[in-house]
């Protein structure tokens, strides 16, 4: 008889789509919110006890995540795929679509390396309510001190403004995504490996990727719109490849009775993804980090009290 159930498995679907593109965490929630159910809950889904299923049921779920981010960006990739190609064959970066390509790749470099050294380590000492709850509680401190920068109130240059300032549009008329996409190459490409660093603080439970990449997106002085919307294209090959590689570990034992689960709940995270993405391109225009940084804060240090307390 299978450990892990559909409900456990669809419930685990929906969270995961939603908490991977918030700045909430998504590996925090999913270490957090069964432990905090009690029950079956607790014990079916526990990421670091020994030949648990749990963790090989969220491969599933990024990878379907990742799919998600490829559906609702595939116009985006389309140019960016093309602009790498003209800029290897042509040997020149002079495009937007070209500097977008390799600001991507230098941006993914750091995170690859250090998930493929790290990952194991991070995951089996770390990954325990407690710690994800002691990370989540600084993930909303980051997001604090991202939206404290945003205001100036450091004195460093105020985001948007640096390389906004620089954009030199002609007034051709083209769409919002093609203009953010000029505003984002405008970063260096020192910028572009600091924001890429950022996500291996991601490798820790609780520390929201998309939450890192566009807190150091705007540390660097980026908008929230044009931030977002890099994390997000950003994350797409970092979570695709992560679980590409161990999706192969579903096809053999560690599979069996739980197949038709990861299913389910990938079809869950697909859908909760595709809507997260379109909710968030459109939040990141007009808002801020600010109630996700609350929000952060509150629930770790809710979590941590309520583990420690019984």
């Known amino acids: 008889m299978s450990v892990l159930t559909y409900p456990e ?19 925090g929630h999913s270490i957090l919110v069964p432990a905090l159910i009690g029950g079956s809950w607790k014990r079916d889904l526990n990421v670091a006890a020994a030949d648990s299923p749990y963790l090989n049921v969220l491969i599933g779920l990024h990878l379907a995540t990742a799919l998600a ?26 495009t937007v679509d070209q500097k977008l390509a390799w600001l991507l790749i230098v941006a993914t470099i ?36 991202a939206e404290r920068l945003k205001r100036g109130g450091t004195g460093r240059r105020r985001a948007g403004d640096a390389v906004g300032a620089e954009a030199g549009f002609d007034g051709e008329e083209v769409g919002p995504d093609v203009l953010s996409d000029r505003r984002i190459t405008k970063l260096r490409w020192g910028s572009a490996l600091i924001v890429g660093c950022a996500q291996i603080l991601a490798l820790l439970p609780g520390i929201s990727r998309s939450g890192v990449t566009i807190s150091a997106g705007i540390f660097k002085g980026l908008r929230h719109e044009d931030s977002a ?15 590409l590689l161990k999706v192969p570990s579903l096809m053999g034992h560690q599979g069996d009775g739980i197949r038709g689960q990861v299913l389910a709940g990938a079809v869950a995270a697909f859908v909760a993804g595709y809507v997260a993405v379109r909710f968030l391109t459109k939040y990141f225009e007009t808002r801020t980090l600010t109630p996700f940084a609350i929000y952060c804060t509150v629930a770790g240090l809710g979590s941590l009290a309520y583990l420690t307390l019984t």
């Open 9 to 27: 498995a669809i419930g685990v679907g929906l969270l995961q789509g939603v908490t991977e593109l918030f700045p909430v965490s998504s590996l």
């Open 229 to 243: 919307r890099f994390a997000f294209l950003l994350a797409t090959p970092v979570i695709g490849a992560a679980a």
């Open 110 to 145: 750091p995170v690859g390396i250090a998930g493929l050294a790290l990952d194991k380590v991070f995951r089996e000492h770390l990954g325990k309510p407690v710690p994800a709850a002691i990370f989540l509680t600084l993930n909303g401190l980051v997001l604090f001190v």
């Open 69 to 94: 981010l490829v559906v609702f960006f595939w116009r985006d990739w389309v140019r960016v795929i093309s602009g790498f190609i003209s800029s290897v064959r042509e040997r020149r970066i002079e």
